[in-house]
């Protein structure tokens, strides 16, 4: 099934290329225009792929290699202290017939040092169900590709249908024993209607995703066994001592967004709603050969709602574009636990794990609110002179595990602003941009009771983490010069964001890359 | 503080902030256990039992104590699979005698119960302090040659200690013991005895006795670190490892004691620093001859895996054992059984802090301190402490 997706993916991406060689001469188009073309058309912040039949009349591409690298202390407990990941990266926005097409394609390979408590990929997307193990400053070594389409088209007369489909898959694997190796499956389909009376549009699409992380530990060395901890959620857990383990992670979502949008041509409004229940079991097992059971336990079960509101607008005044977006995310979350024993059944003493309850004793709540402003001076239509961008972006979360009761909450605001501003000179253009951001914590509560080594080792430095303030200062300089032949633009663009937290905890962000625009 | 309110406002604006997900839907049980004491336990030390119950699948446990009828209630259980232990004790005609308890439950439903626990008298000689984390020289090396285990007569009667052998585990807590198929019995790397015919080694009560890796005054020896929290001087006795290279000094004051057993024999014993050695010490019956011939007949090895051959011994020879092991995580690793020592201790600070674990003190009789001896090192024994060897507090 997977390998008749790739194809499909294949297609839709050998399409979306099949001019990539010729230059787009239409309209001149920079690195800004990949961030413009989501301004100009708003429909490209909803989750609805018939939007791009909005999209302005320019098909912009590129190509380039990157590299991601993070170092530094400030950061969560469970993240690594060095990141380096080198990526190639290609997307493109083409229009055929009536028929726009977007498509994206990366690999990713990157390297993850002095990693503590995790046996997850990514042990921050929002599950409390964790399995870790006590063995630290593990490497995970990564390797990903994601394969994304999009294309939409006019079904009737004023009727346009879109479909999307994005797909993620990568294997993470540790070089310590225990040794995890994550195999990770992420799955997301869209497809949507869209309406259009004159100024107005409306929309409406359907959402599902799919999420699957194979986890195989194994344990090099012979006649070894070791704990590893199934967490519940704060400073529950469960643990079985083993040579190996697996875990399966299974998530499904589903869901729908409308939206309703007028534009006048001088004012673009759009506004959305999305809603999402997700769904996720883990189960656990082992393998026969040196465990005493392997049959599949069943650990636990996550449900959840998100919802989402947002407004994006944008008011275009000759060469000035004032852009505004407000978004309001509430996300709940309900984890039960699966009670189970290793039991003998019937006459063939057949051996298997017997559910005595399931009890829902995790709780969390996600309430994230975001305004941003954005003042855009534009040179050309599809070409940004300067830009000012000013976010202010609160959020809170508290979560809650009952009998024995704990909980933690915290809530913060984060503040930017941002300044971009481009030089062209002939054939080359240079952009310098800079920006400040600053967290403040508005308040923090916890109640771990006496606490355990979860409380110590987890709870309490991720707490101290997420209700720090800090002080993050960004500098990007980008360079684009102009080519006659094959592709329209070489560039390189490099970043670098300096976080300075509490305590004299640091972490340092950068950014490179380099390629073509076409 | 204006910006604060007028965000939680932004905050209270959310629309739909009433499409949260329902409240969770749990069950807690109310549980009430009731201790039936033999006949032997006189009426007035029948109260203020303490009974644990302990979640099996999860890492917490919760205390509580008798009323003077025996029962004792928990409140607000989760579901799962438990055990209750019981633990207490009472002194009478100048005799500790101790109760233990230990009872499977499983509770999906409020529950009452009954437990029996089984009478026994204390030994009078328990592990007082154990000093195996080492330390830092000047120069930031590890010193660990500053080890020593401490062993103290509790009672109130003369006590003899020659014959007393110091048993290392063989298991370092990394991993699940091996030799849990072997019952009643625990396997040592490591015996050494104190020597003696039996009256050679009085230990008056409220006394002690030290085993000291190295018998030297650590503070200012030449071979020692200035930065060695003891002075070991007058060690009654040391471990002393014999052989052609001489690797390990002979020091002039501590008698050494006798090597039965030291299964990855080097130049010098040494504790495990980081919390991986837990410790007992044993009686086996007979004279030293017997001893060795005991220990000789009763060796064992790992199967397929190991030539090394390792020494057991029955659990009724042994007199104290403490489950010293790395930290909470390796907790889980538990070697000694039950009855021999119910929990587990460890210096938080870790390897080459200079500290100790020290067993708490329980009363003082005329001037005699009493240490506290429930067979269960979580409770008797107080953590990250200097070492004191023979001052008793």
Redesign the interface.
């Known amino acids: 099934m997977n390998n008749k997706l790739i194809y499909i993916f294949l297609l839709l991406f050998s399409v979306l290329n099949s001019n990539a060689q010729v230059s787009d001469s239409i309209n001149a188009v920079s690195l800004n225009s990949f961030d413009l073309i989501r301004i100009i058309n708003p429909w490209l912040m909803s989750s609805n792929p018939a939007g791009l039949v909005l999209n302005p009349d320019i098909s912009p591409g590129r190509m380039n290699l990157a590299y991601h690298g993070e170092n530094g202390d400030y950061k969560r407990i469970q993240q690594g202290e060095n990141i380096g990941n080198y990526s190639f990266q290609t997307e493109r926005y083409k229009k055929k017939d009536n028929t726009f097409y977007f498509g994206t394609f990366s690999y990713d390979k990157s390297l993850e040092k002095g990693v503590f408590y995790s046996n997850i990929n990514n042990p921050y997307r929002g599950t409390p169900f964790l399995l870790i193990d ?1 063995i630290g400053n593990d490497e995970i070594d990564r390797e990903f590709f994601t394969l994304r389409g999009d294309l939409a088209t006019p079904l009737f007369k004023n009727i346009n249908w879109g479909f999307s489909a994005d797909l993620n898959v990568g294997l993470a694997s540790q070089n310590r024993d225990p040794r995890p190796k994550n195999k990770v499956l992420n799955l997301s389909l869209s497809q949507g209607l869209l309406f259009s009376f004159s100024k107005l549009n409306l929309g409406l699409n359907m959402l599902y995703s799919y999420y699957n992380e194979d986890i195989e530990v194994e344990i090099i060395k ?6 590893f ?1 199934q967490l519940h959620g704060l400073d ?4 079985h ?1 083993a040579a190996s383990f697996n875990r399966l992670y299974k998530r499904n979502s589903m869901g729908g967004e409308a939206q309703i949008n007028y534009n006048s041509g001088k004012i673009n409004s759009l506004f959305g709603t999305r809603f999402l229940y997700i769904d996720e079991t883990a189960d656990d097992g082992r393998k026969a050969g040196d465990a005493s059971w392997s049959y599949i336990k069943n650990d636990s079960e996550l ?3 998100s ?1 989402e ?1 947002y407004n994006t607008t944008k008011i275009t005044n000759n060469s000035s574009i004032h852009s505004f977006n407000v978004k ?1 995310r ?1 996300n ?3 984890g039960s636990e699966i ?1 189970q ?1 290793l039991e003998v059944f019937g006459e063939t003493e057949a051996v298997d794990w017997l559910t ?2 399931v ?5 969390s ?1 996600l ?1 994230d ?1 975001e305004f941003s402003y954005s003042y855009l001076k534009m040179k050309e239509e599809f070409l940004q002179n300067y830009k000012i961008h000013f976010a202010a972006n ?1 959020y ?1 979360f508290e979560q809650a595990y ?3 009761d704990r909980d933690d909450a915290y809530e913060n ?1 984060i503040l930017s602003l941002d300044l971009d501003k481009s030089f062209y000179l002939k054939k080359n253009i240079i952009s310098l941009a800079t920006g400040i951001k600053h967290k ?1 914590n ?2 923090f509560s916890h109640n771990y009771g ?1 606490g ?2 979860i409380t ?1 080792k987890l709870l309490i430095p991720d707490l101290n983490f997420l209700s720090s303030d800090f002080n993050a200062l960004s500098l990007k300089l980008s360079y684009e010069r102009s080519l006659n032949k094959l592709f329209d633009k070489y560039f390189f663009n490099s970043t670098i964001d300096l976080y300075s937290g509490e305590n004299d905890l640091n972490r340092t962000i950068y950014n490179f890359s380099t390629g073509v625009i076409f | 503080m204006k910006t604060k309110s007028l965000l939680k406002t932004l905050i209270l604006l959310f629309i739909f902030s009433s499409c949260e997900m329902k409240e969770p839907d749990f069950n807690s049980y109310s549980i009430e256990l009731k201790i039936e004491f033999s006949e032997e336990v006189p009426l007035e030390f029948r109260d203020s039992a303490k009974v644990v119950l302990s979640n099996l699948t999860k890492n917490y446990s919760l205390t509580e104590y008798t009323l003077n009828t025996g029962e004792v209630f928990f409140d607000k259980i989760e579901p799962g699979f438990y055990s209750a232990t019981v633990v207490h004790s009472y002194s009478e005609s100048g005799t500790a005698y101790y109760l233990n308890g230990y009872k499977l439950i499983d509770i999906f439903s409020p529950l009452s119960d009954t437990i029996i626990p089984i009478v026994s008298k204390t030994n009078a000689f328990v592990i007082k302090e154990y000093y195996y984390s080492g330390c830092l020289t000047p120069a930031g090396k590890a010193y660990s040659s500053d080890q020593f285990v401490e062993i103290y007569n509790n009672s109130s009667l003369m006590q003899y200690a020659d014959g007393i052998s110091l048993i290392e585990h063989e298991s370092y807590s990394l991993e699940e013991n091996y030799w849990t198929f072997l019952k009643d019995t625990i396997v040592a790397r490591m015996i050494w005895t104190i020597p003696g015919e039996g009256s050679d080694v009085p230990v008056p009560p409220g006394s002690s006795i030290v085993l000291a890796r190295d018998g030297i005054n650590h503070q200012d020896d030449s071979l020692g670190n200035p930065l060695s929290p003891v002075n070991l001087m007058y060690a009654d006795f040391e471990f002393w490892v014999e052989s052609p290279t001489g690797g390990d000094v002979d020091a002039p004051y501590a008698a050494n004691l006798i090597e039965n057993l030291f299964t990855f024999r080097g130049s010098d014993i040494v504790f495990h620093t980081r919390g991986g050695s837990a410790i007992a010490i044993a009686l086996i019956p007979g004279d030293a001859e017997a001893r060795k011939t005991f220990i000789e007949n009763n060796l064992i090895q790992e199967e397929l895996t190991s030539t090394r051959y390792y020494g057991k011994v029955p659990n009724e020879y042994i007199l104290d054992a403490v489950e010293v092991t790395w930290d909470e995580a390796h907790a889980i690793y538990k070697r000694f059984p039950v009855e021999l020592d119910a929990g587990y201790t460890y210096v938080i600070a870790g390897s080459k802090s200079g500290l100790c674990v020290r067993r708490k003190v329980k009363e003082i009789i005329d001037g005699r301190v009493v240490y506290q001896d429930t067979n269960n090192s979580t409770e008797d024994f107080i953590k990250d402490v200097v070492p004191n060897p023979w001052i008793y507090e």
């Not at chain 1, 529950?236 to 643990?239: E, I, K, L, N």
């Open positions: 006590t012979e006649n070894t066994q070791m704990a901890f529950s857990y469960t643990y001592v449900e959840g709602i919802i509101l309001a509430i709940s979350m309900l009670i024993r005595y309850g009890e829902e004793k995790y709780y709540s309430k609110a609160y809170s009952y009998v024995p605001v403040k508005l308040g006496e355990n080594f110590e």
